[in-house]
């Protein structure tokens, strides 16, 4: 097995403060990793790095077998698939839903050429229904509900074939039957040994679907704990990270956590 991501003493200073701080950590391929973590706590700082839209400040990141700073990022990113807020906020409200997926494949937003690739045209169709939204494909982007568009989203993500997908916050602002079935699709996604390196960016342990493997618990710019999801996911290593006594369980491939004590007592 190659090594996907290594990064060594990852430091992102803004101000005076480590936003990142010392961050070792260690991606293999075919792993499908979880960074939990509070507000706040740098995931999203990180991900940029990993995404190759930002150097560390000190300390060494390689990143599919390149090293950041020594390394064309325009030449990276095609083999990162990336899906965020700030990304989808790009996206032409008026874009068909097949065009929002298929302009991936040449990186942009917006159809500006009329002759794609049939390739591509079967890629972005296949996407569209492993995600269960290829009943979609001829509306307006800016009509779909917000689980829609995250599935959209994650297709697009999808289309240059990449070898490691980065996913921030996935499941934010969807409701209770958005997120399941956003759970659902990423667990399958997890599950397809043919699938690339997973990273998932969340706050909450109930948005960790069936199948991923390893959690990079963050804490204030800090790694708190790394590895296996079931040695981190303790409720003494989520206790120290959110900084409130927690009790964690898990069951049926998912994971909930919750107070250890009512608030107010
Ligand atoms: N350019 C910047 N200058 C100064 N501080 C910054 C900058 N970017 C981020 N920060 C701060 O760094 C910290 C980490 O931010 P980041 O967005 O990476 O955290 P996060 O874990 O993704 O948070 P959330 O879960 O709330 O999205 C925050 O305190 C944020 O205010």
Not at 89 to 95: F, L, V
């Amino acid at each position: 097995m190659s090594s996907v991501l290594d990064l060594k003493g990852v430091t992102v200073r803004r101000g005076r403060k480590n936003i990142v701080d010392k961050v070792d950590w260690h991606v293999e391929e075919g792993e499908r990793w979880v960074v939990l973590g509070p507000n706040g706590a740098g995931k999203t700082t990180l991900l940029q790095i990993l995404a190759a839209r930002m150097h560390p400040t000190s300390g060494t990141a390689d990143v599919l077998g390149e090293r950041l700073g020594r390394t064309d990022m325009f030449e990276l990113r095609p083999r990162i698939g990336f899906s965020s807020a700030a990304l989808a906020d790009k996206i032409p409200p008026h874009e068909v839903v097949r065009d929002v997926v298929l302009t991936a494949a040449y990186g942009v937003t917006g159809r500006w050429r009329e002759d794609y690739e049939e390739f591509d045209e079967r890629r972005a169709a296949d996407l569209l229904a492993a995600f269960d939204v290829a009943q979609l494909a001829d509306r307006e982007y800016g009509t779909l509900s917000e689980g829609e568009r995250k599935r959209v989203q994650i297709a697009r993500a999808l289309m240059t074939d990449p070898e490691m997908l980065l996913l921030d916050e996935p499941a934010a602002g969807l409701d209770l039957s958005g997120r399941e079935e956003l759970v659902g699709a990423l667990a399958e996604l997890a599950g397809d040994p043919a699938s690339p390196v997973l990273i998932l960016v969340t706050h909450h342990v109930e948005e960790i679907p069936p199948g991923f493997t390893h959690l990079l618990l963050l804490a204030d710019g800090r790694v708190r704990a790394a590895g296996p999801i079931e040695d981190v996911l303790t409720a003494d290593n989520l206790s120290e990270a959110f900084g409130l006594p927690l009790l964690v369980a898990h069951g049926g491939g998912r994971w909930l956590a919750r107070a250890a004590r009512p608030a107010g007592r």
